[in-house]
């Protein structure tokens, strides 16, 4: 019998390399991430969970869903804290990826004060989650920090972009032993099964399934993409010539007949 590709994250254990991230926040987005992505983390930005009196976030999460709160709308680490703070609270469990941005403009992660709500929120027994800029040396400083994984951007939040920091982020592969987790601007299938066959972890997406025409075809093409990426990763992908060819076939050889 096949051996179950799982994967850990502070200690608890995944079959599914999908993540919901729920900004774009509707009740078909979460039930095609679950049924038809086969997602097992959701992420939850606490502005949104009780945003009416009658309609709660945390009412449309299917039970064994783990919940991710993040810290999106802090500005620095001091913020981050607070709401990861505030998510525990509530009952949201210990995990929180950190999203801390000051800048409205592009919607980059400031790595420095990541940093700094990481080593604040590991020593308290959070599980840590970071968003960061693809950096070699920020990452390692989140490791450091007490990261449970780390989650570079793809492309700026939002955008669709595909792997515009593909090779930064296979640097972050190659050398950080923790889980690495793409996020933010992947927007085909196939951008997200190019970040598995790298060696990534997981996959967090959320606009590119929130703003496709047939939500729950394109959950379920994401789910099968992020399949097909991580079986050809570890089945070895094949050699690349950088010039020339090579024949695959024997017969080829009667062609200098």
């Keep these: 019998m096949q051996h179950q590709d799982?994967?850990?994250?502070?200690?608890?254990?995944?079959t599914s390399r999908f993540i919901l991230g729920s900004g774009k926040y509707n009740m078909n987005l979460i039930k095609a991430a679950v049924e038809d992505a086969g997602a097992e983390i959701i992420t939850l930005v606490l502005r949104r969970a009780n945003t009416k009196k009658e309609e709660n976030i945390l009412d449309y999460i299917p039970e064994g869903v783990t919940l991710l709160p993040n810290t999106s709308g802090a500005r620095n680490a001091e913020e981050a804290v607070r709401l990861a703070r505030l998510a525990r609270e509530m009952g949201c469990g210990d995990f929180v990826k950190v999203e801390i941005m000051?800048?409205?403009?592009?919607?980059?992660?400031?790595?420095?004060?990541?940093?700094?709500?990481?080593?604040?929120?590991?020593?308290?027994?959070?599980i840590v989650m970071p968003y960061m800029y693809p950096d070699l040396n920020a990452a390692r400083d989140m490791v450091k920090a007490g990261a449970a994984c780390i989650m570079p951007l793809a492309s700026p939040i939002g955008s669709n972009r595909g792997l515009a920091t593909r090779d930064f982020i296979q640097i972050l592969i190659n050398e950080i032993e923790l889980p690495i987790i793409v996020d933010a601007g992947i927007g085909r299938p196939s951008q997200a099964c190019e970040a598995m066959e790298m060696g990534a972890a997981a996959i967090m997406a959320n606009t590119a399934i929130a703003t496709a025409g047939d939500i729950p075809v394109m959950a379920g093409a994401f789910k099968k993409a992020?399949?097909?990426?991580?079986?050809?990763?570890?089945a070895g992908p094949g050699r690349v010539l950088q010039s020339g060819a090579s024949a695959s076939d024997p017969l080829t050889g009667f062609?200098?007949?």
Aim: charged share 20%; net charge negative.
């Design 6 to 14: 799982t994967w850990s994250l502070g200690g608890h254990t995944f």
């Design 102 to 126: 000051h800048d409205s403009k592009y919607l980059l992660p400031d790595n420095y004060e990541t940093v700094k709500a990481t080593e604040i929120l590991a020593a308290e027994g959070f």
């Design 226 to 234: 992020i399949e097909a990426g991580r079986a050809a990763y570890l």
């Design 255 to 257: 062609l200098h007949d």
